[in-house]
């Protein structure tokens, strides 16, 4: 359903939109991806050495840098052509990562935050990525390249995967690391491989161990591992953000009982049943942010509608009811705004051709619509407190998003209206704020590997 009215007709002045996100973010989406294979071999110890003079010469560096972005943020927001002129600059300076380690180390993750512990990735055969094969029904694709899962919502497991083979500060000595990270890939392994030994589909690696052969495998391994018995997990993390969970398939799993990067706020409880117990205690459990999947976004100028939401709405389904809701509403006050697609429809061009993309929960509170939204260059209007609470709490999602109400329908429009009376310097602001925190959404960039492994430092008292 596209709802045409003239958008000329518009008061609120949103067509006054110029901005330079969509030529920035264009930039991003644009720069190639690179599998692996390459070796790290550029590991530094850039912030072991000399601790007291990199820490200076680190937060001299990083408040330049803040320093930098508040000019390019006021230029932004008094100056069209100046933020035009210096978008490419500012995403420059959003991906030279810098460190800001304090002291007291407790400062909050932050754009301009390294990773800055030691880490190790297990390089025997817990690590699924090698010699790994898929087979959905008869046929098989070498690797997951060919397999379209590297654009799944749940393939952050690759993608943190990647980025840790890549870092600075991954040690190929296990007796210097802080952390370890366990390289299984739960999240391919729950989309390919859950059926059984016997099932078409498979996800195989090292030259043919598949399935729940290839999962007892990996916990027979951590049980073995000297540096897992030392710990019991405590200092291993594994990502396991699929909704489908490995977990029933083995009792008194060690991948269980690592920390982990989970599905929303899904993590395995003591209590709940007893192979599934943590026994020594508590882990650490993040949520995933999704892997999201962008449309190209047209410039600000050039955006012709107001609102997005392309999803099912599926009607029958309670959980479902605000999608429904929110359709229904807009359709019913089209005459003051504009909506591209709202329910099922082509994700693209349409959510690039909106202001403002709805975040509305369906089977769960979460879902990769608002890392497509983000990513896209389209402000999220989320529409519950609990879809923030299923997200990592490092970063400011009030200011990168708007709240509207859907309890009633009275309550949708007075929130809807205060969001189409917000200035255009609000809302530039919102973009930058966006912006800002882009790389933290691109799962193709290191920053959200380096903020999850600093948050996880810091809830284990590594710092
Ligand atoms: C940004 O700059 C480019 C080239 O300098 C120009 O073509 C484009 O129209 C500008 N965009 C805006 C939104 O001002
Ligand atoms: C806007 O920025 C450009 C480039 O920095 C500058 O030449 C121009 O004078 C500025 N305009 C205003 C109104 O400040
Ligand atoms: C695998 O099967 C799908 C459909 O089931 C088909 O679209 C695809 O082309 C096949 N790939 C290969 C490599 O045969
Ligand atoms: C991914 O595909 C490219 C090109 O098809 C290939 O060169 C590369 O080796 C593949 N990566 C992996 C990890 O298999
Ligand atoms: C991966 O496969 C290649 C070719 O079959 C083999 O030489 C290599 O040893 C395998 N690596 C692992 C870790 O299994
Ligand atoms: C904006 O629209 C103009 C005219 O339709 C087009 O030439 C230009 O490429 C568009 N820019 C973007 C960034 O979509
Ligand atoms: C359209 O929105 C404006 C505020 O931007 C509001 O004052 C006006 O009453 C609305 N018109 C209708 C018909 O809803
Ligand atoms: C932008 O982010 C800042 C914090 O960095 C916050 O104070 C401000 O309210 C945000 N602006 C908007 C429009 O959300």
Redesign the pocket.
Known sequence: MTLNTSSKERTNGLSKI???FG?ALGFVIMQSVVFWGVRSSSRQLLFRTDPSSDRIKIKAASLRFEEELRQIEHAASNN??AA??SSPWLIAAASTTTSTKTEEGQQEASLDSVFQLPFYIYDNELDWSVNATIFRGANHSEWLNQSGFLNYKHSDDYWLLYHAKQHPMRTFNPREADLFFVPTLLSVWNFYGFQGDDSQNKFCAHNGICNLQLLKRAEQLLLESKWYQRSQGRDHIVVDSHWRKHWKQISGSRLLNCNSISFENRVPKSGNAKQYQVPTGGRVHIPSFYVGRPCPSS???NKTHDFALIASLKPNNPNFRDRSHVCNWLRQRHHNYTVSVCGQGNQCPALGQARFGFHVRGDTWGSNRLMDTLLTGAIPLVTSAEQIKILPDFVPWEDVSYTVKVSSEAAFDASLQSILQKSEQELQEKRTNISKHMDTFNHKKRQQFDLYMHRFAQKLNLY
């Open positions: 110029k901005f330079f030529l069209i052509t035009n002129q410039s600000h100028a």
